[in-house]
Nanobody, 124 residues
Framework: QVQLVESGGGLVQAGGSLRLSCAAS????????MGWFRQAPGKEREFVAA????????LYANSVKGRFTISRDNAKNTVNLQMNSLKPEDTAVYSC?????????????????WGQGTQVTVSS
């Protein structure tokens, strides 16, 4: 099973940018759709963005559309989330996940492997 490790979180002022990365182990990374989810204290886990196995198809939550960009590099076994124009309400623990297939999906039930998460804090 693929194993995932996130990096790139931190503290940033509102309006700033961060780039999250997710490194995957295993030779079969390229067959999985990948996604990013986030969870703020006291709130449920929320879908952020997803990308299919080839990178040709992406999906975003309405709350981040136009500000966040998901991408992947199958040669390097990585998936990235570029976050621009950050808002205090983007503060959360961000986790990457590998889906059970090649498709793009916003349902956490379709994801079978999860990273530990990285904290993103946006100050006002």
């Amino acid at each position: 099973q693929v194993q995932l490790v996130e990096s790139g979180g931190g503290l940033v002022q509102a309006g700033g940018s961060l780039r999250l990365s997710c490194a995957a182990s295993g030779p079969t990374f390229s067959i999985y759709g990948m996604g990013w989810f986030r969870q703020a204290p006291g709130k449920e886990r929320e879908f952020v963005a997803a990308i299919n196995w080839s990178g040709a198809s992406t999906l975003y939550a309405n709350s981040v559309k136009g500000r966040f960009t998901i991408s992947r590099d199958n040669a390097k076994n990585t998936v990235n989330l570029q976050m621009n124009s950050l808002k205090p309400e983007d503060t959360a623990v961000y986790s990457c996940a590998a889906s059970r297939g090649r498709f793009v999906t916003n349902s956490y039930r379709d994801y079978g492997a999860w990273g530990q998460g990285t904290q993103v804090t946006v100050s006002s």
